[in-house]
């Protein structure tokens, strides 16, 4: 028997260039690293040379999956994807993207922690993975086809139980805002292209193992229901959105929607969501509604609710199904789709307004025809930048001025300004097939459609309206909502951070006195949090919750735990005070696996994760002038448009030399060096990157 | 009346045929209650498998599932020490994504790709005669006080899997590490499953005859030897 | 002596189960309810001389809440009070179940009035026409203009969103620029930061 629980105990490797298909054992080689972006990390920094493109042949992706992914531990569904990211501009950097569905548990059951594959195949193929027997298979006769189609062909062939990874004819293309899918809605950003480039269709698993829990299974039973205990909605949002007979707090912006009146009205026949009283385990799929959170107030969204869904094992169920009639007679598109959040408004964040209304049915529809296009063709929105850039380009002329009049004539712009969703037809596809210099370029990512188009990045930088941050990417949970922690984030990666530890913390809606005083147990002060549009200035609590945002998220990222749902340091339950546990992750960790850590050692094996990160960003970029170069902060952050001075009430812009020492603190914080933002030899050895630091040393790019 | 010893089947064979034991306790082969398994040895020398009902059943209502799977994990993490749904003895995956019909129905059957429709299978607890019960070469398909459920006796089973075949709702699973089938056994009165779907898709009921209100998933494929077949002339010959 | 302590504490008792299993069943009691119901059960006499009676249950009813820690009592504007157990409806859900059997005038200034002042947040014309307020858009719309002409509502004010949507908050608690800000945020900000 194996000596640890938890992992599957295999890393699978293909090189589709030689078709060698051999295995690692994943304890011996990255037990270091748990699982996830840890592995990906792992595997960069040791096979990929700085410099590579991403969609040269020596990159390598990996999705890797963590210890817990496939257990009974809540939230646990998410794939990791690491590689060299296509829209990171001007020149790509390592980033990760994620995916949920079935596709980790699914791997795990088959016996593998995680997939590595390097290399381009002559022609289109696709990975089979049934237990042991790992395959490529021709896919010439799926190349050309969607997500779906190739989804549905590959099951006929492989079983109706596979989890099927699929990219559309985005990545095929090498559209480098293109997804891989699997299990019909759950999307990674980013990697499309990098499997596209390496001839790659899709990677369909089936297992029939399973995942060993170390621990007594008595034991790992009341840990799993001391965990769901904790449960709170989607975000982990712990207080109901309309007062409700057992709850004291209420907030209107919660995404626990569930009341006595509220209905999956789509269901037939529909289902009464009622008050979901938080001891009661067995309704914590009704909480969440994001149809009724995202398609608007009132009956709107309930209204064409089937039900939830979402990953394996998880009871949130953010991926609500939706019914719209519809749209079948309309557009010619299935009256059924499923997604959430971005996913879900793909289509309608396009239109700057609609017939009946920015609530009203055709907004709705037009959430079914994008849902429908994109998640077929496979384009990746970069959290909604895409459709930010192109309303900017179509507003400023820049659109019309760019197209040849041929090609302008060719859309049909009343359309678009009507706000008719067919108008979707014409411009999804050619962004997938590259068709025309807008398809081409709006396909590219904001740093690349910018430079395409000769505008200045520093015109995106000023206007807050863009969202945008920096390296073609979007902010993600910045200042507007969580001050200077905020913009810590979102400096440290090298696509859109991600990040959800603060904002399921700032959001979760207990009343702001409650928020501070468990600010005050987890960081060490109450003055860790602010109210959103009060913020004060900068205190090293701030960088304390910083970095523990950071870490999370990247221990999530490794284990296999939804940085969308944890950490849960704050429950529904008042007997406890609101109170969640910070040790969920530790404890789920060493009885799952039989590596008894507690939560500062595994905070520090996610600290060596991010810290790998770190030291690849320097690595490829080939500077050790983190501050300056790499963690930078665009101008919108510090402009107010009434220009109310900071720190008033009423504003969220920051103020410049109190971010300064924001980063100043959270680079002490890190033990890193404060003139360069970079990682001290003393910093990587204490994580356990010794050879790291040597590496980087004989760069010349130590601090 | 001394306690029958259901396993001493040379003594009973001694005392009376199966048919005079029945007429005598006068009671109906529905309603015996001589505990475990009644082997009887008649004008044949195979044991006769006779079940008692089972006291619950799960049932599973698909206009409530939401896919999450955790009856799998429950199943097999807290009874198993190990998350495999492939053997979970209650079973979504298998309908999970097409529906019953598989991936050959695309994108108009059930399922996430279908209707959205899910809908997890449940062991109906067969009353007389038991499929798997009756395939098993060893009879080492038991009935287990309290709930009387189905269940495998571990140390009987040889792994042959002909159980697999016999059951015409696919719902006899197998784990593969020990080498041995399982099915549900309602988690002694407590199912797991049911504690832990989210959205109150399972409820454990009083049993009830569902035989001919599920609709099959396969032919049975199993194959029961002729001694067995005939002794249920002991009993239903006129 | 010992008898009328006994039937007394049974009374109590009962007194406490009354209020419990309305406040289950989602509602308030008064005094008048639970008099009642202890009639009805035989515990008290009928058509008992009803000032006496109501003395009498005063004095066992605050006993009950003494001692039961669950058992709360509100008092209305009216001056009468509620009674209901913690354990089926919070402090604060009684207390809008209190404000919906007043004027819905009141009601809407103190739930604006509380969210502006504890999360803080202005409060959407949407939320007070949800559950379990309950108001329909005219009632909001004539509490709205009564407010206008009216003493004692001065701080309640409005602000509308870039989406269209009316927010109403405190300006006791919130400034204007602070409550556009939120309301924004509430309405726009947080959809497009999903």
Known sequence: MAKYGGWAGKVLRVDLSTGRIWTEDTVEKYKDYLGGTGIGYRVIWDEVPASTHPFDPANKIIFAVGPLAGTGAPCNGRTAITTLWPTCWPQPLVATGHMGGQFAAELKYAGYDAIVVEGKAEHPVWLSIVDKQVQIKDARHLWGQGIRRATIQISEEIGPEAAVAAIGQAGENLVPLSVVINSFSHSAGGAGGVMGSKNLKAIAVHGTGGVRIFGDKAEWEKLIQYHLSLLGANNQHVVPGSPQPWAEHYNPASRWVASRGRKWEASTPAVETGTCEPHNLNRIAYRTNNLAYFLGPGDIGWKYTVRGNGCTGCPIRCHNVLKVPSVSAKYGIPEVGQNTCAGLFFGRAFFQNFPDGPKGLTAIESCMVGMHLADDLGIWCNYSQLQRDFIKLYNNGTIKSKLGEKESKSYSWDKYEKGDPSFLFELLPRIAMKEGELGTALGLGTGYLLERWSIPEEEWKKDSKTCYWKLGHPRHHTSDEAGQCGVILNTQFNRDAQCHSHTNFTRNGLPFEIQKQLAAELWGSPDAVDVIGAFKPMNVYKARFAKWSLMRKELHDALSLCNYMGPWVASPLKERGYRGDDSIESMLYSLATGDRKDRQELDQVAERIFLLHRALTIRDMGTKEMRTQHDTIPEWVFLDPAGKPPFTQGTVHMDRNDIQLAMDMYYDEMGWDRATGAPTAAAYRRAGLREVAEELGKRGLLP | MTPFSPLDSTRLSQILSRRQFLKLSGVSIVGISVLGVLLCKGETNAPLIIMEQAQGIIIADPTLCVACRRCELACTEFNDGKASPAMSRIKVNRNLNFGPKGAYAGQHGQGTWGNELVTPDFCLQCAHPVPCANACPNDAIVVKPPTNARVVDVEKCIGCRMCQRSCPWEMMSFDSEAGKATKCFLCDGKPKCVEACPAEALIYLAWRDLTDKVPIRVAPTSVISPEKAATCNECHKK | ?194
């Open chain 3, 1 to 194: 002596m010992k008898e009328e302590a006994h039937a007394w504490e049974e009374t109590r008792q009962v007194a406490a189960s009354i209020i419990r299993k309305r406040s289950e069943a989602g509602h308030l009691t008064s005094r008048r309810e639970i008099l009642q119901e202890l009639i009805e059960q035989n515990l008290l006499p009928p058509c008992p001389d009803e000032p006496v009676a109501d003395a009498d249950l005063q004095s066992l009813l605050k006993a009950a809440t003494e001692e039961n820690e669950d058992l709360k009592e509100l008092l209305g504007q009216d001056g009468v009070p509620r009674y209901f157990s913690v354990e089926f409806l919070s402090e604060t859900y009684a207390r809008i179940l209190l404000h919906k059997e007043g004027d819905p005038l009141d009601m809407i200034a103190e739930i604006v009035r509380e969210n502006s002042a504890k999360y803080p947040r202005p409060t959407s014309l949407e939320t007070l026409q949800g559950p379990p307020f309950d108001l329909t858009a005219d009632q909001i719309q004539d509490c709205l203009e009564q407010m206008q002409g009216q003493a004692g509502y001065e701080d309640i004010a409005q602000i509308r969103t870039s989406a269209g949507t009316v927010f109403l908050y405190s300006a006791t608690h919130l400034d204007p620029a602070y409550a556009s800000m939120l309301a924004e945020w509430l309405d726009v900000g947080q959809f497009n930061s999903p």
